[in-house]
């Protein structure tokens, strides 16, 4: 499949994107942007998503709606959700490559799997429409956070010679698998898991800092 | 009055292959992403994701 080119101009965007630096740039001030701040971005894009999803949602629960036009619902928000999350992580919607788009792609996958089950369970009566389905499909909301994370590791390890990641544990409670991780301290690229992959689930506010080298070894500063 | 309600009727169930076609990102689904986040976004970053790549900058600093 081949992508048209994006039309943007960089006379409507307020930003770029230095690909050296792996960082968004105020255009107005010429100083980075912090990438917490990208991610708070992304979290209040993400709670509108979590609106839309519970909307959708609370149709099904009062029976508004079929488990099909619910499930259909359902894909085409935690699409529209994880391809703004990918593309806020690698720079904006120019600088997706065909290859990035395809990463992305497979994290939606992962999530159109997951949300068959849900919909099954619910067509078998293992899930009752009621307030617990409602925090389930909020899981499908917070989910984008850890394409954020996947997209970002993905271009530290491929485009910014990154070697060595580490957890930072997100100013939330923290489950053990998340703790466990933080431990580890430094390890190589791609090794820990995923933000998504704990016990937390889509809840885990975590993130990843990176190094070119093992700073546990080297005392070298890291990349964030 | 009646219960009007909607049959829950049958779940989508899809194909691995079908899976695969359905969760690639088309064309389409950027302009809806673009969309979605140009009016989700906080005012202050919602041309965040039109950025365009720009050359190193010596002086950058971060915020």
């Known amino acids: ?224 | 009055m009646p219960d009007k309600r909607v049959p829950l009727g049958k779940p989508l169930k899809f194909t691995e292959k079908q899976l695969r076609f359905l969760s690639e990102v088309s064309p389409a689904d950027i302009v809806k992403a673009q969309e979605f986040w140009r009016n989700a976004a906080p005012d202050e970053f919602q041309t965040l994701l039109d950025a365009q790549t720009i050359d190193d900058q010596e002086d950058e600093e971060e915020q």
């Not at chain 1, 120019?94 to 788009?101: L, P, V």
């Not at chain 1, 949300?115 to 389930?136: K, P, S, V, W, Y």
Request: glycine share 8%; with cysteine.
């Open chain 1, 1 to 224: 499949m081949t992508l048209p080119s994006i039309s943007t101009s960089i006379m409507t965007s307020e930003f770029g994107w230095n690909e050296t630096a792996g960082r968004y740039v105020d255009l107005s001030t010429g100083r980075f942007v912090r990438f917490s701040d990208v991610r708070d971005a992304l979290d209040v894009v993400m709670d509108a998503s979590a609106i839309r999803m519970n909307n959708i949602t609370q149709q099904l629960v009062d029976g508004n709606v079929s488990l099909a036009e619910w499930q259909s619902g359902m894909m085409e928000q935690i699409k529209i959700a994880h391809t703004a999350a990918g593309a806020s992580a690698r720079g904006g919607w120019a600088q997706m490559s065909q290859a990035d788009w395809g990463a992305t792609g497979r994290m939606i996958r992962s999530q159109y799997e997951k949300l068959q089950g849900f919909a099954e369970q619910i067509a078998d009566g293992t899930q009752l429409l009621n307030g617990h389905a409602l925090m389930r499909a909020d899981l499908y909301a917070d989910a984008p956070r850890g394409t954020f994370e996947e997209m970002r590791r993905r271009y530290e390890r491929l485009s910014n010679g990154m070697q060595f990641e580490r957890r930072i544990l997100g100013e939330a409670d923290h489950c053990d698998d998340c703790l466990d991780a933080a431990d580890e301290g430094w390890q190589p690229i791609g090794t820990l898991p995923a933000i998504g992959d704990s016990v937390c689930l889509t809840r885990c506010h975590c993130t990843f800092e990176y190094s070119a080298t093992n700073p546990d070894e080297e005392g070298e500063s890291e990349s964030e």
